[in-house]
């Protein structure tokens, strides 16, 4: 592999746990560097930390937020 290559992948802790996930990448990136940017891609949706998994994970918690409020509203008018 590249040393560029290497090196970016070595200050990345994301890639480097990818790359043990998915060893296929070292032979890949070997044969063809400038796959970096798919194989950055992919490790984003491996470690759900692409946009759309970020905006759910946001959702969510409104969601369970809005849940609480409701919640604490229907107890205060019990009381």
Known sequence: MRQDLYKLIEGNEDMQKFLR???FWYRKLSRRPHLISKMETE???YFEKSIP???SKFSEGVQMASMMVHMFQAMNAQQ
């Open 53 to 55: 998994h970020r905006v």
């Open 21 to 23: 996930v998915q060893p």
């Open 43 to 45: 490790a984003k949706f």
